[in-house]
């Protein structure tokens, strides 16, 4: 296996490929950064120019732009609260606050110096579990999965903030929104009006963008002036650096969530950030999350690159892709004449070895090209709302329309982005209807199926328990804590 | 003055450069002035429709067609893609039956996710397939296998297991249509678990034990089932088969040794399959897996573009590059064109009207769909 | 307007959403109802004691008096206005015109630009559009005028 490690490494080098590997880098830093085009637009854009390339040069240009993309979607998260791409929604809970304070340069230091390490860590995982994978991935039967996404709803009770109820019922929101179109169990169609766009349900990235995007642009123009109060931009990068070395635990530990949910098929890599800056919240000591902590970027910053690396293995070895990105890369192994499953880690594994390594030079070069393009975006942070607001308004717009193409994409945009910004003025918290709405559709299959395969047998698994008693202690750890911190609020104030 | 000037330039900058603009998107849109007169589609651009994502197996086939598509038609017109994905392939279909324009610059790619919803005449069903003229159609196969350690008693008593024997599947009017009613014809007991997410994942369900009775199509079944075989973890059943031009179930030619659940049913019962179930299967097995994708234009297209795309697909099928690379995407099966197409399509989708009901009565009772409903 | 009550109007448009939900719900057939019908019915009782539990603290503070807070509605529906006006615009006009449109006037009326630098700007971004949409291969939002 080292052997053909060796082999592979030779073949990426190459300078023939280097060369589609940096075409993938730059298009997946681009696509990254611009809001409202993710992964999926990337990769259907690169689709046409596969067919029939040899697969290492392929391969470069595809995972090349994957294992950026969640490096690129740092710059609006931090410098205006918009997500780059559904991958970063996290990193404005503790982005965006520090670069209100001027300090977005620390932050996207950090943030780059993270998804570089995550990445790396996602590639070595990847490397690590070939030959583990496959009495891995079948491991996992449905009560489990089922379980899994209930420890994801869970976290959206950490995010809740102060008001627990409120968060809850912004989670089932968000259940409700995930309901929408086809049933998992039956092909009946719920909720759609009689429209043909409502079948498929509402697409991940125009929620996520209208739910943070939206209500921005608003608070934007309302309240006047630019993001960042301070006139002066400090330059902070190797601080941000600083301070993820001083946090390398942390970074460590997300990187190693990001690889497993990645890795766990079926669950959608799209909650990732929450649950690693969930976890950390819950984690780090004497923390200030969502206040400008510079932990909250680094959290889920390291585990949305590691993810890839992780989610790859199911994608690869199984035919089962985790996110739109990967359904998209399927598509273009077949196109390059590959097709996923065991025959990658036999004959075609010098293929996956160098995807291994395509996944590592690309998140270090990338995470770079990042760095060198923080001074001249960062300025953005200084421009008034009402400059920049309308520019943004156009480029939130085509983007949205590229869900689905659909001017249905348009009207829930602006429905759902309503909804989050008067959920925003009244301090409902968003990160729950977020997860629930990703979680629905997972929740309700895995429960069906284990109903309908297993009828109640399916609880005395004894993995199944072990998953519910986590997720009580998290729920009750986090009330306590609530409670605690409140008591803290009520004699602090006095 | 000289104030009035910069205005005067700038409007002047402005309009010309609005201008510029809309001629680039009528351009780009230029499709809509329809085909000339011409013998050829030189300097045309097709627009092929896919209504699916981006990356799924029938835009992998689609986007593997267009520069055999461009190569072939006369007067190399560009083909481009285009995604409309929704509705489980309905959504882009409609559109391309009801706001396309009909002037052989607009081809569609179907596959079984909207002919099976045609033929049992869905609601949300807005396009008629009799108008359209098909250019292209390629088969595809599936096989069913299942746990080794239940086929070791024989077929016999596999056939009687009742109880033991779970099914993982997607959805009852997919692709698993097919499966469940060759259970049905079989008479077999399983016990179908439905809302999976793919075709992958019911393969893990099968591996690890959640289902053990599974069916693979016919490439998935090669590259990642074939292990699990020689390994001794799963056995082949039966392959779902192919119709051929008498209307019979025939061996898939990418599986001669596999039998055809005709002839497990001769073997096991004596006596030939009938009745409506087995008219229903032969009904499914011909709209879903011997034309598993089409490539269609309007019917009302210019009558010279539409030669033109048939004198392309009789080049194209002859074109040994074709032949030769399609064996990945195409899984190795002959594509039908020109009249041998005709009658397959006459064949696949005039469903008789008992059979119809059948299969929307079969739906309703054992998975609680109304049909009028989707 | 004070926001008190608009959080009590918030969660009263919730809850009606949730039983309307629960009520739809009702006539989905039995297995795609299960889960639907599960988190309405969670939604509308959890927005019912969260609605009570406002509607009591708002009644002690009324004994209290002061100290609410104010939330400005005219101005955020005023730019509310503007992007819907220019989704309508692009719904009739087309992207590009629409675009053109609605930045000019944007630029000019909210950004209190000059009428010069508004143009440049409308250019450039006109420009990059069409840059963008020929380079990413990027679909634009069908209009009446089929522009």
């Not at chain 3, 020929?134 to 209009?143: E, V």
């Amino acid at each position: 296996m080292i052997e053909s490690a060796v082999e592979a490494l030779f073949i990426v080098l190459d300078p023939s490929r280097l060369i589609y590997m940096f075409l993938g880098i730059c298009i997946g830093v681009v696509v990254g950064l611009l809001p409202g085009l993710s992964g999926t637009v990337g990769m259907s854009l690169m689709l046409p120019f596969v067919f029939g390339l040899e697969p290492y040069v392929g391969m470069a240009l595809l995972i090349g732009m994957i294992a950026v993309i969640h490096t690129g979607d740092t710059f609006p998260s931090i410098l205006l609260g918009i997500p780059g791409t559904s991958g970063s929604q996290a990193t404005i809970m503790d982005g965006f606050p520090l670069s209100k304070k001027g300090e977005a340069s620390r932050a996207m230091g950090a943030a780059f110096f993270c998804s570089m390490v995550g990445g790396v860590i996602g590639g070595i995982a990847l490397y690590l579990t070939i030959p583990f994978a496959r009495p891995l991935i079948t491991s996992f039967s449905s009560p489990e999965l089922f379980m899994l996404t209930m420890l994801g709803l869970s976290m959206a009770g950490l995010l809740a903030g102060k008001s627990p109820l409120k968060g809850i019922i912004s989670g089932i929101l968000g259940l409700l929104i995930g309901a929408v179109g086809s049933a998992p169990a039956v092909p009946e169609y719920r909720y759609t009006f009689d429209t043909l766009y409502l079948t498929q349900g509402v697409s991940l990235p125009v929620v996520a963008m209208a739910i943070f995007a939206f209500p921005i642009i608003i608070t934007m123009l309302t309240d006047k002036g630019s993001v960042s109060s301070h006139a002066k931009l400090q330059s902070g990068i190797l601080k941000g650096v600083m301070d993820a070395l001083r946090n390398k635990f942390l970074v460590f530990r997300s990187a190693v969530i990001g690889v497993l949910i990645g890795f766990i098929p079926g669950l959608g890599g799209s909650v990732v950030d929450w649950i690693a800056y969930g976890a950390g919240q819950k984690t780090v000591k004497d923390n200030y999350f969502g206040k400008g902590d510079i932990r909250g970027v680094i959290a889920p910053e390291s585990a949305n690159n590691a993810k890839e690396g992780g989610s790859l293995v199911p994608t690869l070895l199984f035919g089962i892709p985790g996110s739109g990105t990967t359904a998209i890369l399927l598509g273009g192994l077949t196109l390059m004449g590959l097709e996923a499953g065991p025959k990658m880690l036999s004959a075609d594994l010098s293929v996956t070895l160098s995807i291994v390594w395509t996944l590592v030079f690309a998140n270090v070069f990338g995470a770079l090209l990042c760095m060198i393009l923080v001074r001249p975006i960062s300025k953005i942070s200084l421009v008034p709302g009402e400059k920049i607001v309308p520019f943004l308004l156009i480029l939130l717009v085509v983007g949205a329309y590229q869900s689905t193409m659909s001017w249905g994409d348009l009207i829930v945009f602006v429905i759902i982005g309503l909804l989050g910004y008067v959920m925003t003025i009244l301090d409902w918290p968003r990160p729950p209807l977020l997860i629930g709405f990703v979680l629905a559709l997972p929740a309700e299959r895995y429960y069906w199926i284990s109903i309908e395969r297993y009828g109640w047998e399916w609880i005395t698994n004894p993995i199944v328990i072990v998953l519910a008693c986590v997720i009580i202690v998290l729920l009750t750890g986090g009330t306590i804590m609530k409670r605690f911190s409140k008591d803290y609020e009520n004699t602090g104030g006095v | 003055m000289n104030l009035l000037k910069t205005f005067y330039v700038y409007f002047v900058l402005i309009f010309t450069c609005f201008f510029l603009l809309g001629c680039n998107t009528l351009e780009a849109t230029g499709t809509d002035q329809g085909n000339k007169e011409g013998h050829s589609y030189h300097g045309e651009t097709i627009s092929f429709i896919v209504p699916f994502q981006a990356g799924g197996g029938t835009d992998v086939f689609a986007r593997f067609m267009t520069p055999y598509f461009s190569k072939h038609i006369e007067g190399e017109p560009r083909v481009q893609v285009e995604n409309i994905p929704g509705g489980a392939s309905i959504t882009g279909t409609n559109e391309y039956a009801n706001s396309r324009p009909s002037n052989g610059l607009n081809i569609l790619t179907s596959s079984a996710s909207s002919h099976v919803p045609f033929m049992l005449e869905q609601s949300s069903v807005d396009y008629n397939l009799d108008n359209f003229t098909p250019l292209i159609g390629v088969p595809s196969g599936g096989v069913v296998y299942t746990k080794a350690e239940l086929a070791a008693e024989g077929m016999e008593n596999f056939l009687s297991l009742e109880n033991e024997l779970f099914y993982a599947g997607i959805s009852p009017t997919g692709l698993d249509l097919v499966t469940l009613l060759s259970f049905e014809v079989l008479e077999m007991d399983v016990k179908a678990v439905l809302g999976y997410e793919g075709r992958g994942p019911s393969r893990v369900a099968f591996e690890q034990g959640e289902s053990n009775i599974d069916f693979q199509t016919t490439s998935a079944y090669k590259s990642s089932v074939e292990d699990l075989v020689e390994e001794g973890r799963a056995v082949p059943l039966y392959s779902l088969g192919q119709i051929d031009e008498n209307g019979d179930l025939i061996r898939d030619p990418q599986f001669p040794d596999l039998p055809t659940i005709e002839e497990i049913y001769m073997d096991i019962y004596g006596e030939e399959p009938s009745g409506a179930a087995w008219d229903a299967y032969k009904q499914t097995v011909a709209a879903s897996y011997t034309l598993n994708k089409v490539i269609w234009v309007h019917d009302d297209a210019p009558e010279n573009s539409k030669e033109l795309l048939r004198n392309g697909m009789e080049k194209l099928i002859k074109d040994s590059n074709f032949s030769a690379d399609s064996e990945e995407i195409l899984e190795g099966y002959d594509t039908y064109i020109g009249d041998e197409l005709n009658k397959y399509i006459e064949q696949s989708f005039s469903i008789s009207p008992e059979t119809k009901k059948w299969i929307i009565d079969y739906l309703q009772h054992h998975f609680d769909i109304d049909i009028k409903k989707l | 307007m004070n926001k008190d009550y608009l959080n009590l109007i918030f969660s009263g448009f919730l809850f009606i959403l949730f039983t309307l939900a629960w009520i739809e719900a009702l006539t989905f057939s039995k297995l795609g109802q299960f889960f639907p019908l599960y988190i309405s019915i969670a939604g509308s009782i959890l927005t019912f004691i969260y609605l009570l539990n406002q509607l009591l603290i708002i009644y002690k503070q009324k004994k209290r008096e002061g100290n609410e807070i104010k939330i400005p509605l005219w101005q955020p529906l005023k730019y509310i206005g503007w992007i819907l006006g220019y989704l309508l615009l692009i719904y009739i006009g087309g992207l590009m015109a629409a675009t053109a449109i609605f930045l000019i006037l944007f630029l000019i009326f909210e950004s209190k630009m000059k009428f010069v630098s508004a143009g440049i700007s409308v250019i450039c971004v006109l420009i990059a559009v069409s840059l963008l949409s020929s380079a990413l291969d990027i679909y634009w939002p069908t209009n009446l005028l089929g522009l």
